[in-house]
């Protein structure tokens, strides 16, 4: 290879590195391999001496995740952990925040990196609830342990606890397609949102509208398209994946923005120096576990070997906003 072609091939490298891609030339996965964990486990306490949440009666409680559909060891790692941490926090559903299925879309596909690594859950009748990522098949919205309805944008609320119930303590799901945020997609997201009487409102999506990683610049253009409707109607926080790692934000106009991309992928020390970032994690996959009651929303973001990574509560209300003692472990 000539000197003038190795050079071009550098800077492309270098733009596909720090550029985000659209969904008609996919982002590249090629960068994985050689960011797997190496080192061995450490030792960390048992569940129920990490856990942070505070199970109070009658709460919402869910796990989230995102980029994690491989099948490979990193995937049944963090769902064995997902495993273990049900057993003292009993979750009633799982979010799953995009590119849920990698690379293939066949039966076995399915078979083998949602249905067999997420078994024990599935037994147990505990439904996941997904969003579309810039790598999922167009026809992933039919499949109905995805509970997607066959649409790539909907709204459900879960099951409400008794005490929820007669409290008033209401949970609403904003299911966002980001991979086309059309004008159609934009006007429903501003009329459910609306006519919604529910305390949390929670958009999920792929793609961040706020991140310190990689692909900053698509954030910027999507938030464009998104941020209006969600400071309009109250939303606190909001759930997104893609960039393989964790992340929590400062506030950002009143919403915390959470990225939880490292449930079977992970592009380690990839978080970029920001004075947005209030916490960050990308030395090893992670999942999330969420706690909702009355006006207070708990959360953890646990490792693969079971370790906190993150924690806090958001609240609503005369002291709405983000709890201050939430740190990194």
């Known amino acids: 290879m000539s000197l003038p072609s190795r050079l071009v091939r550098l800077l492309i490298v270098a733009l596909l590195g720090s550029l985000p891609l659209t969904g008609a030339c996919r982002d590249s996965e090629s960068d994985e391999a050689q960011f797997r964990p190496s080192a061995p486990a450490l030792t960390v306490p048992p569940p129920k001496d990490v856990l942070r949440l505070p199970k109070k009666a009658g709460s919402y409680r869910f796990a989230a995740l995102g980029d994690m559909g491989r099948g490979d060891k990193w995937q049944y790692d963090v769902s064995k952990q997902m495993q273990a941490f049900h057993e003292e926090f009993p979750f009633d559903f799982v979010i799953m925040l995009g590119d849920n299925i990698y690379e293939g879309a066949t039966p076995d596909d399915y078979h083998r990196k949602f249905e067999l690594p997420y078994k024990p859950f599935l037994d147990e009748d505990i439904p996941f609830y997904a969003v579309i990522g810039n790598h999922d098949e167009p026809n992933q919205p039919h499949y109905e342990p995805f509970h997607m309805g066959g649409e790539r944008y909907y709204t459900f609320k879960p099951k409400a606890p008794l005490l929820a119930q007669l409290t008033n303590n209401d949970v609403q799901f904003f299911m966002i397609d980001t991979e086309n945020v059309d004008r159609a997609q934009r006007d429903w997201l501003a009329r459910e949102m609306g006519k919604s009487d529910a305390r949390w409102k929670i958009p999920v999506f792929h793609r961040p509208i706020y991140t310190s990683g990689r692909y900053s610049v698509w954030a910027l253009w999507t938030r464009s398209s998104l941020e209006p409707t969600l400071v309009a109607n109250d939303v606190r926080f909001v759930l997104s994946g893609h960039e393989h790692f964790y992340e929590r934000t400062k506030p950002q106009r009143g919403i915390t923005y959470f990225i939880s991309g490292a ?67």
């Open 263 to 329: 449930g079977g992928s992970l592009r380690a020390h990839d978080i970029r120096p920001s004075s947005l970032m209030a916490a960050g994690f990308d030395t090893d996959y992670s999942f999330m576990l969420w706690e909702i009651a009355g006006d207070e929303a708990y959360f953890q973001s646990i490792s693969r070997t079971g370790a906190s990574v993150d924690y806090g509560v958001i609240r609503r209300g005369p002291t709405k906003g983000t709890d201050p003692h939430s740190a990194t472990e």
